[in-house]
């Protein structure tokens, strides 16, 4: 049985992380979710996702360099670990496997 602990919202963060690669900062990441999910998601719950899986190991994190545009403050870059890739794949096996399951329907164009 494999163990994986991600909910749902941390796997989005988590893929979105993966997408953006060297662009996945806090904002970036909201704006990249919040145009996928079209809907608004606040700052909180992001950072909160960010730091349940760093702790959990699926991302590690670093300070990019300040910038002018960023009145010298500097970006916190994530990056998915190994770990956090790995359990991405599992959560896609998952899920591919219960769609696979699932018996569609029989449609016959015949009539139409």
Request: zero cysteines; proline letters at 1%; a positive charge.
């Amino acid at each position: 049985m494999k163990k994986t602990k991600l909910g749902e919202f941390e796997e989005l963060v988590l893929l979105t992380v993966a997408v953006l690669k060297e662009e996945a900062y806090g904002v970036e990441i909201k704006r990249e979710l919040e145009s996928r999910l079209e809907e608004t998601l606040s700052v909180g719950s992001i950072q909160s996702a960010l730091k349940r899986m760093e702790e959990k190991g699926f991302l590690t994190s670093e300070f990019g360099e300040a910038t002018k545009q960023r009145g010298g403050k500097r970006k916190r870059i994530y990056t998915a670990s190994t770990q956090g890739m790995q359990v991405l794949q599992e959560m896609k096996d998952i899920r591919s496997s219960l769609w696979d399951s699932i018996k569609q329907p029989q449609v016959s164009f015949a009539n139409i």
